[in-house]
Structure formats: structure tokens, C-alpha cells
């Protein structure tokens, strides 16, 4: 997924990544306690790990020379050079904006110039953690395309599975879609709490995606019947 080329090294995510190893992390922001912040948010996420932080843009480039990162964290507002101008000059590493500018030309720049994706300051770290993911999830749907693509493969690739209007409230589409190839791709059915497991959810928004899902007729629910008690409810995808 990184710009300017195939990706450099086998180097993926545990569990949701493109080779089982961790997601590298270069976090960039002017503010030392900021940058510190949004290093501890990337250390809860399964996955990724921070290998560097800087706090000026001559800094950022250096640094992302030295450590050869996946993903840059970038801010825009830097001291001695726009955010811009850094992700302009950034090599084989994809870069997610995280910054209070909010000014139309500047998210419009940022795209241009290859950002993955773009998050407003202050934002949370739930809201974070649902970026990187699906960060981490369209690297391993490249990885697993094999040397070429086919069109259904493109258009999950860029494509929105599900619209935001459609989805109950508390629901996103980038993690229902998460969710979606998690059960896709098990080639069985799943419970909640291993659906849960792959995806890197908690149990309890792993289900309210499934029974979404179902209620959408993209899975179905397959009761499982023990000895006694209730049976266990278990999903698979239906596509």
C-alpha cells in the first residue's frame, strides 16, 4: 500500500496484517505531550508499533529514512516546514494526516499528495484505533489479491461495503466491513467471541456486527445445540 511502489518489505500486522509481523509506527507532531498521547493510543492497538517520534518535519524525514516505517503519523502544523511538504517527500511509506486543520484545500493537498487518510484534531482513541485498522485491513486484502487483481477485489479494495445511512447508530462502516471479511474469509462459521478475536473487537461489538449482518442477509445465525442449556449462537457469511 505504500506510495511510490510495491511494498518494501514482508513486514504485516499480528493477526490483521500482510505477514503476521507488527504494523511500524512513526508518530509527528510539534507538541511533545500530544505526540506522546497518540504514541500511547498506537501501543493499545494490536498490531502496530511505534519505532520513532519526532516533532519538526526535517526530524520526520530523517527519521522516517533511519526506521523505514509502514505508517507515518503526520501533523500538518510543524515548525519548520509544513506537514504538507513532508508528505510530499516521504518514500515508500503511506502517511494518515492527523491534524487540527480542517480547511477544505489542505484535506484536498493532503489527498493529492497520497495520505491514506486524515483525522481532525481532537479526536479519540477509539476513533484512531478505527482508522488503523482499517489501515491494516486494506493491507492485508492487497496481500492476500495475490500478483493480480480481479474487479470484486478492486471494489472491496475502494469501495464502501455499507453505507453509513444504513448502519444503526454506534455502527461504522469501515468496521463493519472489518467484520465482514473477518467471517468472509473464515471458511466456516464463527461465534461472536472468536469473530471478536480475529478482528480485534470486543465481543459485544463483534455481535451487534453480526446480527447486523444477518439482518442485512449477509450472514446467517447457525445455532449450535450442546448437551444442555442454550445453544450457541454462531455466524457465517453468506456471500
Known sequence: MTRGG????DAGTAGTGDGGAELRVLVVDDDFMVARIHSGYVARIPGFRVVATAHTGADALAEAARHRPDLVLLDIYLPDMSGLDVLKDLRDTDALVISAARDVPTVKESMRRGAVNYLIKPFTADALAERLRQYA?????L???GPEARQDDVDRLFGTPTSAASLPKGLSPATCALVAETLREAGGDLSAAEAAELAGLSRVSARRYLEFLCAEGRAELRPRYGSAGRPEHRYQWRG
Not at 510495491?6 to 518489505?9: G, K, L, M, Q
Open 6 to 9: 510495491e511494498d518494501r518489505r
Open 143 to 145: 496481500t492476500s489479491i
Open 137 to 141: 485491513e486494506t493491507r492485508r486484502r
